[in-house]
């Protein structure tokens, strides 16, 4: 059994989405992010950073959103969401999750949260970070143009899921991930997945639907 402490559109929504797409038993733990909760002691014993998501899995509590998507997808390999360990596919996908994680997530997170840095120089701070940002939406354009659609080629991935959160993230920035044409490709495929809807329903969002 999962227990997934989540805000919405936060960085467990990607979390979220996996449990709704691999049909697994969990339940939701809503946290007030805007009124600080995840700043309280009882949370902070779970996520000691202060941060969505954390997901208890059987009496666990584990954080840090790719960590949990590669636990999740690989607990559940009937879904085929993640090359098993002598899959030749295996380090490609570990080298994106990684790659999404480090060169996509945290600019992302500098963006949204320019006072991490320095709240008195916030435009500066979003103006590097959204350099990095772009250009990592050039190299991942260019991978999918040539080995697309998915980040795996043809397979489908937990990768995917999590570059699709990523891109929505960025949907009232100035040039918005879905703006480069294979990327927009991908959201648009993982948009039409039945558990894409779900979600929304569940979180109740609606921008970028
Ligand atoms: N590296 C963490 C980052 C999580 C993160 O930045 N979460 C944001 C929401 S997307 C959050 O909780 N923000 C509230 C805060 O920083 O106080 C992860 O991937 O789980």
Redesign the pocket.
Request: charged fraction near 20%; charge should be positive; glycine fraction near 6%.
């Given at each position: 059994m999962y227990r997934l402490y989540y805000?919405p559109g936060?960085?467990s929504l990607v979390v979220h989405w996996l449990l709704i797409e691999l049909d697994v038993p969990h339940e939701l733990a809503l946290v007030d992010?805007k009124a600080g909760q995840?700043?309280s002691a009882g949370y902070l014993a779970l996520n000691p950073n202060?941060?969505?998501?954390t997901l208890v899995a059987d009496g666990q509590p584990l954080?840090?959103?790719?960590a949990l998507v590669l636990h999740v997808a690989d607990r559940h390999p009937q879904a085929g969401l993640a090359p098993a360990l002598d899959d030749p596919q295996r380090g490609a996908y570990l080298q994106w999750m990684l790659n999404l994680a480090n060169t996509l997530?945290s600019p992302l997170?500098l963006w949204w949260?320019p006072q991490d840095i320095d709240a008195d120089h916030a435009d500066r701070v979003q103006a590097g970070a959204r350099g990095r940002i772009e250009a990592t939406w050039d190299r991942l354009d260019a991978h999918l143009a040539a080995n697309g659609p998915y980040l795996l080629g043809d397979r489908l991935s937990a990768a995917d899921f999590y570059l699709t959160m990523l891109m929505r993230w960025t949907r009232n920035m100035p040039r918005p991930g879905h703006t480069w044409p294979h990327l927009a490709t991908l959201a648009e495929r993982m948009k039409a997945r039945p558990s894409f809807r779900t979600l929304y329903e569940r979180e109740g969002l609606t921008e970028w639907a």
């Open positions: 805000s936060a960085a992010t995840q700043k202060g941060v969505v998501p954080y840090e959103a790719a997530q997170r949260y």
